[in-house]
C-alpha cells in the first residue's frame, strides 16, 4: 500500500529536523533514505514531497559546495521582536 503523500512529507520533515546541527542532508539522501522505508515510492514522489516542503516554506534549500534541504534559520533580529 501506498504511503498518503502527506505523511511521506511529514516524515521527511522529521527526518530534516532530526539533521539540523549535526549534518547537512542532500536530497538525494533524502530519497534514498525514504525509498530504503517505503519501497513503493520512487525518486519522483518523494522529490514531489520535498517541494512541498520548499514551497510551504518548512525547509529551504542551502547552497555550500552543493545543494541542501535544511529548516529555514531564523535571523537574530526576529528573535529579538
Known amino acids: 500500500m501506498a504511503i498518503p503523500k502527506e505523511e511521506l512529507v511529514e516524515q521527511i520533515y522529521k527526518m530534516v529536523e532530526a539533521a539540523q546541527g549535526r549534518r547537512k542532508l542532500k536530497a538525494s539522501d533524502i530519497?534514498?533514505?525514504?525509498?530504503?522505508?517505503?519501497?513503493?515510492?520512487?525518486?519522483k514522489i518523494?522529490?514531489?514531497?520535498?517541494?512541498?516542503?520548499?514551497?510551504?516554506?518548512?525547509?529551504?534549500?542551502?547552497?555550500f559546495g552543493g545543494?541542501?534541504?535544511?529548516?529555514p534559520r531564523e535571523e537574530a533580529a526576529a528573535k529579538r521582536s
Open 31 to 43: 530519497w534514498k533514505a525514504m525509498i530504503k522505508d517505503h519501497p513503493e515510492v520512487d525518486k
Open 46 to 63: 518523494v522529490q514531489d514531497a520535498i517541494k512541498t516542503l520548499i514551497d510551504g516554506g518548512r525547509c529551504v534549500y542551502t547552497y
Open 67 to 71: 545543494s541542501f534541504v535544511e529548516l
